[in-house]
């Protein structure tokens, strides 16, 4: 650094390192994620057992299959506030047409999955039309979809749960892709883990190195720029809404095969922890700037923390003060980012 | 003399009852630089937009190298070679220079929809055509939010040159800019005429267009106050027909004459001793 800063304009020279630093959105979640994980290493023995890394892999895997897409579409500029309840959504309609009218599982997942586009395009339709704030648009959605899932789960099951799914056809086969396990040391990890890491290896590689990606920042970070120079900002922003909502096709099939049962109120309020988790991996709420690999990490301090007040024997209420401190914290460091690279300089 | 890369001849625009812009003539030479000049209102936007294909024009003709032409979007306009760089620049200031040089025109290797963009050629690409333009940027990985107003507006200029325009309609490109900012851009507009493009230069500063200009087009109100040739015109009366000539004059009048009238009826001002430059009409009027 110091070799070629005099051959280059003082002021560049000067801002370098800070700025080199401030660009990688995920670095600020990577050392959370350190010091949570060095944190609860000492604090309690079960932590790095096998038993209790499985146990917090778990619970950050499918927190993060959603985190990843959601950063995604807020990287594109927009919210999605049905995400939650739309993993239940795509359960019930799964574990509906399977057990009440005999599909074969696969089947059935298919067609929760074209349910899931529908409703993902009909949310960024209706977003980039209207020119409404996805926060309003995906709220609407969000209970519309919460009424639709208490409404026709009581009319079919004349309970609030869809279960059953054990005895139906292609469970076997379904179940191994969506919800086996693996034994490793002695501990048994869920597949939904390698789920997560792959989805977020291909959400990264999608934003960093594929055309698609340039869009997906570019129409999050100045839409009308975008528009000029000719990128499809409406196909963009449509095709991460239904990107989202295909994540929680994933999160639906993977809960709906691994516990065989659905719960109609399920999902409700997750929407918040997806987008919390985004924030803490480094996504500005105005767009434009945010990371895959950030967000996966952002799932992963939350699995971590949680389990690991379960371990150390804390009341979990002191769960939701550390994330309201983690969120904060987080929002402090990305605003402090964007006025950086926005700055005018004249 | 060869045909002019674009013409315009007593073009017009209305918008319902509002006539926008009417019986406006003027050239873009290959090489030249043509500046259209007035004050907010006068139609410049209109004129541009014209130009760029944003607006159909309703009157006159619309000749492109000779072939009259009716343009009806942006992409069409670009696609003769004609780039406009607007105001507001349509860069992404989050993004980095080379992702914002290829924004929209992305390179790309592989196949299908495991295609990738090939991100040394474009990082390569964007350092040498800033380079041609005389930018040296040591990273073409910064954002361009970091980047100086000039910068970013000669990265914008730069990216029109290399995405093939013949012609660079430049939207007050040093409206925004301090004077040794704006120095800078009007280098680059040099740059890219000398580089044989045709380009239009939209300006209220004639002090700005003057050093570049090659021929000068006054706007007032929607209509052209006249055509000049650089050799044909000087500075001081180029400035002096876009602040409106005469007008000016009788502004200047009565900003004298409004500094002296409050002066007998405030008693305190009685007080202190008159200026020694007091102008000759005080003692009349009190």
Redo the contacts between chains.
Sequence with gaps: MAV?AHT?DER?AR?RPL?RLL?RPELGSLLGALAVFAFFSVVTDQFLSAGGVSTWLDDSATLGIMAVAVALLMVGGEFDLSAGVMTASTGLVTAILATQLNWNVWWALLASLVFALVVGALNGWLVMRTGLPSFIVTLGTFLALQGLNLGVTKLVTGTVQVSGMRSTEGYASAGFVFASTVNVGGATFQVSVLWWLGFTAVATWLLL???L???I??VG??A???R????PVVRTKVLLFMTTAAAAWLVGGINVLRYTSVQANQGIGQEFFYIIAAVIGGC?LTG??GSAVGAAVGALIFGMTRQGIVFAGWNNDWFMLFLGVMLLAAVLVNNAF?R??????? | MSTPLLEVREVGKRFGGVIALSDVSTTVNAGEVTCVLGDNGAGKSTLIKILAGAHPHDAGEYLVEGEPVQLSS??EALDRGIATV?Q????????SVW?NF?????P?VGWGPL???D?GRAREVTRKALADMGIDL?DV???V??????ERQCVAIARAVHFGAKVLILDEPTA???VK?AGVVLRYVAQARDRGLGVVLITHNPHHAYPVGDRFLLLKRGRSLGCHEKRDITLAELTRQMAGGAELEALEHELRQERVVPRPSSPTLETVPAAPAAPPARPGRS
Excluded: K, Y
Excluded at chain 1, 228 to 231: I, S, W
Excluded at chain 2, 88 to 95: E, F, G, K, Q, T
């Design positions: 070629v280059v560049l801002t700025d660009v190195r594929t055309r990606g340039n869009w920042f570019a970070g100045a009308t720029s975008a000029q120079v000719g990128v500005l434009g700037f964007r950086r690279a926005e700055r005018v300089r004249r | 942006p992409r607007f507001d620049l349509a860069v992404v200031p989050l993004m992702r290829f924004l929209g025109s992305e790309r295609s990738m963009i991100r040591r990985e910064q954002p939010g970091t980047l100086s107003g000039g925004a800019l301090g900012q």
